[in-house]
């Protein structure tokens, strides 16, 4: 009896001994494969994950108005028929991307059998920008001059700087992380990785003051780049 139980023992300990070295196995088969799963990650280069086109109607209205003072009365009038008004519709189209360029294993938290990629910053580029000229509307009384290409291009600016403001409003970086987690997951579970072992995550939540950080190439005017001085 007693040698049956030392039997029993010792088959238990082997079966412990071979479950733990399946283990460290599995671990540092994982450890093994990251430097791998950098490489992957890093042929994604420019990752391309949102995209918006974004409709913006741009409205500007002024007066003529006279100004000064009678008998120690100050007065500030508009002049009748002087209100000069334009709206003038834009489009323009952004687009989020992470760069996979610079990515390392820094990026990389793994434990055991599960693995965290903290994603590259993303950024957002507004790849074109243009006036619809056709939709244009516009009041131009006859003692106005008529609205100039400067009042044009300055309206333009005021228009993509306000659709600027909204990115945080549309989702496009919430968007980006989705994406690239749709492009990585089955990276990783070719590596051995559990779609439920997977996370993917930036390294802070962005908020309206780090959009001058994420922003690029937003120098558009008219639909074409500025030319590179």
Do not use: W
Request: charge should be neutral; hydrophobic fraction near 40%.
């Amino acid at each position: 009896m007693k040698t049956l139980i030392l039997y029993i023992a010792f088959i238990m300990l082997a079966l412990s001994a071979c479950t733990d070295e399946k283990t460290a196995n599995k671990q540092e088969e994982h450890v093994d494969t990251i430097p791998v799963m950098v490489m992957q990650i890093r042929k994604c280069s420019k990752l391309y994950t949102a995209e918006y086109r974004v409709r913006k109607i741009v409205t500007h209205d002024d007066d003529v108005r006279l100004k000064g003072s009678l008998f120690s009365q100050q007065f500030n009038f508009a002049v009748p028929m002087s209100s000069r008004k334009i709206a003038i519709p834009m489009e323009a189209k952004l687009k989020a991307y992470i760069d996979f360029s610079e990515f390392s294993e820094n990026n990389i938290v793994a434990h055991g059998g599960k693995v965290e990629i903290i994603l590259p910053d993303p950024k957002v580029e507004m790849t074109s920008s243009r006036i619809k000229h056709e939709g244009i509307k516009k009041h131009v009384p006859l003692m106005r001059s008529n609205f100039t290409d400067a009042e044009m291009a300055s309206y333009e600016k005021q228009g993509r700087g306000q659709i600027i403001k909204s990115i945080p409003q549309m989702g496009i970086i919430d968007m980006a992380r989705e994406s690239a987690a749709h492009a990585l997951v089955p990276i990783l579970a070719q590596l051995g990785y559990k779609e439920e072992d997977i996370t993917i995550t930036f390294s802070k939540d962005f908020t309206a003051e780090d959009l001058p950080m994420l922003l690029e190439n937003n120098d558009i005017e008219y639909g074409k780049r500025k030319e590179q001085q």
